[in-house]
């Protein structure tokens, strides 16, 4: 097997070429001026590959594209270490694209695995037939292994996924509650626990804007001691960390799922390893 790095995950790539001993292939990558992508491969040498991009960008979608049709020929595999458009898995209102379920069709349509860390939801990866989904809480677990810390999620919705980091962390953890005082009030705080004087851990699987954390956030500073925030996809939207960090997180950690500063934590062993497991 080769490795086909994409122009988003260059450095998730190098590690899971290290780990797993795949070489990566010679290919040729470029943007036209008028915004158009090229792909070609260049080292035809073998009859599988792995083509490796997150999904940060419409463009990282037209890569994969591209990429996945210079090997029709060949057995694929899509490594997508953060699928984007996820958050797009139904319908809300009429009429609307199911836009995880296109991204789905398209990249089952050539390759015969697609490998993915903790998508979105249970909802988004029913779309897929051929889907290897890896969970990465174990990764932010290990981090804060032995850290006096406690894992907080911002919602109900994260709770089983940052359980999960928790176990691992030898944490406590807790999930936050929205309670309206009134029309214009709400108040948010941890379901059971104490957080008085604590070195809390905001943890998610997506940070976006950064809205999210931002808000459970700004309810706990009163109380506790320290607030940072650990996540899978540093997406990062924008200013999103400059708003973070203003906001009054001390840190933020993230995986290379999203190749950011703050991806100091790396998924590239467990994605190896199910690569290896392929061959
Ligand atoms: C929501 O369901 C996700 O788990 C994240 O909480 C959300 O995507 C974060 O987005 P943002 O950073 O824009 O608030």
Do not use: W
């Amino acid at each position: 097997m080769k490795l086909i790095s994409g122009p988003s995950s260059p450095l998730i790539s190098k590690r899971i070429s290290e780990i797993s001993g795949f070489g990566l292939a010679k290919t040729t990558y470029r943007k036209f001026p008028d915004g158009e992508l090229y792909f070609r491969l260049e080292d035809q040498s073998e009859e599988r590959y792995a083509v490796i991009n997150s999904l940060n960008s419409s463009d990282d979608l037209v890569f994969l594209l591209l990429a996945l049709d210079a090997l029709s020929d060949k057995d694929v595999v899509a490594v997508v270490p953060y699928m984007g458009y996820a958050r797009q898995d139904k319908a809300f209102l009429e009429g609307e694209a199911v836009s995880i379920r296109a991204v789905a069709r398209m990249l089952e349509s050539y390759a015969s695995k697609v490998i993915t860390v903790n998508i979105h939801s249970e909802d988004a990866k029913r779309h897929f037939r051929k889907l290897v989904e890896i969970d990465a809480m174990k990764v932010i677990g290990e981090h804060y292994k032995g850290k006096d810390i406690i894992m907080l999620s911002p919602d109900k919705g994260s709770f089983e996924r940052v359980k999960r980091a928790a176990k691992i962390a030898g944490c406590d953890f807790d999930y936050l509650e929205k309670r309206r005082i009134d029309a214009e009030n709400v108040e948010i705080f941890p379901k059971n626990l104490e957080v008085e004087n604590k070195n809390i851990v905001l943890v998610d699987d997506i940070i976006s804007t950064g809205g999210t954390i931002i808000t459970a956030a700004s309810h706990l500073y009163e109380r506790a001691n320290n607030i940072e925030t650990a996540c899978i996809h540093a997406v990062l939207a924008g200013n999103a960390l400059n708003r973070l960090y203003s906001s009054g997180i001390s840190r933020v950690v993230a995986t290379d799922t999203v190749e950011r500063q703050v991806s100091i934590l790396t998924v590239s062993r467990l994605i190896g390893e199910v690569l290896l497991s392929e061959v």
